[in-house]
């Protein structure tokens, strides 16, 4: 029972869930992207302080 | 059902690191240019130029740095104006004649491609008698008085490039003359005969040639190959206003010659950069580049020598309010800084001197 308690336990640890991966995929570099974004346009303005 | 969510929130965790991460790595690699834009480059053409002369008239625009910083002091500080502080004009050892005053001003001649020449006076220094000491030497004077000289610069209104106009006005009193806006009415009035007694200040040759203003945040052509660009630049001794020239020299790149450049050098080259055709290569800077003119020293006045070399300079001509303490620092940095001769009271050979000349072309 332990030593199968066990095996379930590890199995799920191994176990991604997909959809939450490539959702978070998605998320994960669109956050970068407008976080960039939002810099790179205040590095190279001329007129924000 | 609540296992399920737990998996999907921890997928979410995991996708969304790995997704931040991967763009944060493409970002600056292969996807580069489209995140970090590269940055503009200017495309006002300003022509072409065959080559560019300049000569030191002076530099030394004043004999004592402890009896002009004490002069502003006693005055009241850097905030005063400069029209009304009784600059020390007698008993300074190192003076000339006892007066402190010298002044900076550089003969600038201009050769075009079709062969004919320009020549451009920048600034007109301080102390009359010792300009005219120094328009002598050169023979300045004598080119004044024959309209040689086609135009008088101003770089700006202080007292050490401008006080010493009477110099120019009684040779030429009609020759025309360019401002950076922001002089001041006492300025103005220099030019037409007014007298400061408190600053031992005065003109008795009225200015009757053309005079113009010329705006900030533009490129004023000048000649083939030459303009000025203004600054809004707000300056000590209650003075606004700077202006530089810039030159194109022809197969070798940009040019920039500055009075004082109060505005920063960095920040002049990269206004060059971003308004002027062939700014991505400047070939030559000469003038003063105000970085220690007391030989003081600032932290930050490191990281701006480690900037200069990124703008591709291959001549670097520098005086006056440039301080030895930064040619010194410029040399040891590997700046193709060109020394001088030491000549006329200048006291060092680290840059270029009165008397001294660099040519661009």
């Given at each position: 029972?332990?030593?199968?308690?066990?095996?379930?336990?590890?199995?799920?640890?191994?176990?991604?869930?997909?959809?939450?991966f490539f959702a978070g995929l998605v998320l994960g570099a669109g956050l970068?992207?407008?976080?960039?974004?939002?810099?790179?346009?205040?590095?190279f303005s001329r007129t924000a302080a | 059902m609540g296992v399920s969510r737990r998996g999907f929130l921890k997928g979410l965790a995991l996708g969304g690191t790995t997704g931040y991460l991967a763009m944060a790595g493409a970002s600056s690699t292969v996807l580069k240019d489209v995140f970090i834009p590269p940055a503009a480059v200017g495309d006002f053409d300003i022509g072409t130029c065959k080559s560019v002369k300049c000569t030191v008239v002076s530099e030394t625009s004043w004999f004592n740095n402890k009896r002009v910083v004490q002069d502003m002091k006693d005055a009241g500080g850097l905030l005063v104006n400069q029209y009304i502080i009784p600059w020390s004009n007698t008993g300074v050892k190192e003076g000339y004649n006892g007066n402190n005053a010298g002044g900076y001003s550089a003969l600038i001649d201009l050769e075009l491609l079709d062969g004919s020449k320009k020549k451009i006076l920048l600034d007109c220094g301080w102390?009359?008698?010792?300009?005219?000491?120094?328009?002598?030497?050169?023979g300045v004077d004598k080119m004044l008085k024959n309209k040689e000289i086609d135009v008088l610069v101003l770089s700006h209104e202080h007292f050490d490039h401008f006080f010493g106009v009477e110099s120019v006005l009684k040779n030429c009193p009609d020759i025309p003359i360019i401002v950076p806006k922001g002089f001041y009415k006492e300025g103005f009035d220099l030019l037409k005969g007014a007298s400061f007694p408190v600053a031992h200040l005065k003109n008795d040759y009225p200015h009757t040639g053309p005079l113009e203003v010329r705006e900030s945040g533009k490129v004023h052509p000048l000649f083939p190959g030459c303009a000025t660009i203004s600054f809004d630049s707000a300056i000590i001794c209650r003075v606004l206003g700077e202006q530089g020239l810039v030159f194109n020299v022809k197969d070798k790149g940009l040019v920039a010659i500055t009075g004082c450049c109060h505005m920063g050098i960095i920040s002049f080259l990269e206004e060059i950069k971003h308004r002027v055709k062939g700014g991505d290569k400047i070939y030559g800077i000469q003038g003063g580049l105000h970085i220690s003119p007391f030989e003081d020293w600032d932290p930050q006045y490191d990281d701006l020598i480690q900037a200069l070399p990124s703008y591709g300079v291959e001549v670097l001509g520098c005086n006056h309010c440039t301080g030895y303490l930064t040619a010194e620092k410029m040399i040891l940095a590997g700046l193709p800084v060109v020394q001088g001769t030491a000549r006329f009271r200048s006291k060092k050979k680290l840059f270029l001197g009165n008397g001294d000349q660099i040519v661009f072309g």
């Amino acid at each position: 029972m332990d030593e199968n308690k066990a095996l379930e336990a590890k199995k799920s640890w191994m176990d991604i869930n997909w959809p939450g991966f490539f959702a978070g995929l998605v998320l994960g570099a669109g956050l970068f992207y407008i976080t960039i974004r939002i810099i790179s346009a205040l590095m190279f303005s001329r007129t924000a302080a | 059902m609540g296992v399920s969510r737990r998996g999907f929130l921890k997928g979410l965790a995991l996708g969304g690191t790995t997704g931040y991460l991967a763009m944060a790595g493409a970002s600056s690699t292969v996807l580069k240019d489209v995140f970090i834009p590269p940055a503009a480059v200017g495309d006002f053409d300003i022509g072409t130029c065959k080559s560019v002369k300049c000569t030191v008239v002076s530099e030394t625009s004043w004999f004592n740095n402890k009896r002009v910083v004490q002069d502003m002091k006693d005055a009241g500080g850097l905030l005063v104006n400069q029209y009304i502080i009784p600059w020390s004009n007698t008993g300074v050892k190192e003076g000339y004649n006892g007066n402190n005053a010298g002044g900076y001003s550089a003969l600038i001649d201009l050769e075009l491609l079709d062969g004919s020449k320009k020549k451009i006076l920048l600034d007109c220094g301080w102390n009359t008698e010792w300009m005219d000491e120094c328009f002598k030497r050169e023979g300045v004077d004598k080119m004044l008085k024959n309209k040689e000289i086609d135009v008088l610069v101003l770089s700006h209104e202080h007292f050490d490039h401008f006080f010493g106009v009477e110099s120019v006005l009684k040779n030429c009193p009609d020759i025309p003359i360019i401002v950076p806006k922001g002089f001041y009415k006492e300025g103005f009035d220099l030019l037409k005969g007014a007298s400061f007694p408190v600053a031992h200040l005065k003109n008795d040759y009225p200015h009757t040639g053309p005079l113009e203003v010329r705006e900030s945040g533009k490129v004023h052509p000048l000649f083939p190959g030459c303009a000025t660009i203004s600054f809004d630049s707000a300056i000590i001794c209650r003075v606004l206003g700077e202006q530089g020239l810039v030159f194109n020299v022809k197969d070798k790149g940009l040019v920039a010659i500055t009075g004082c450049c109060h505005m920063g050098i960095i920040s002049f080259l990269e206004e060059i950069k971003h308004r002027v055709k062939g700014g991505d290569k400047i070939y030559g800077i000469q003038g003063g580049l105000h970085i220690s003119p007391f030989e003081d020293w600032d932290p930050q006045y490191d990281d701006l020598i480690q900037a200069l070399p990124s703008y591709g300079v291959e001549v670097l001509g520098c005086n006056h309010c440039t301080g030895y303490l930064t040619a010194e620092k410029m040399i040891l940095a590997g700046l193709p800084v060109v020394q001088g001769t030491a000549r006329f009271r200048s006291k060092k050979k680290l840059f270029l001197g009165n008397g001294d000349q660099i040519v661009f072309g």
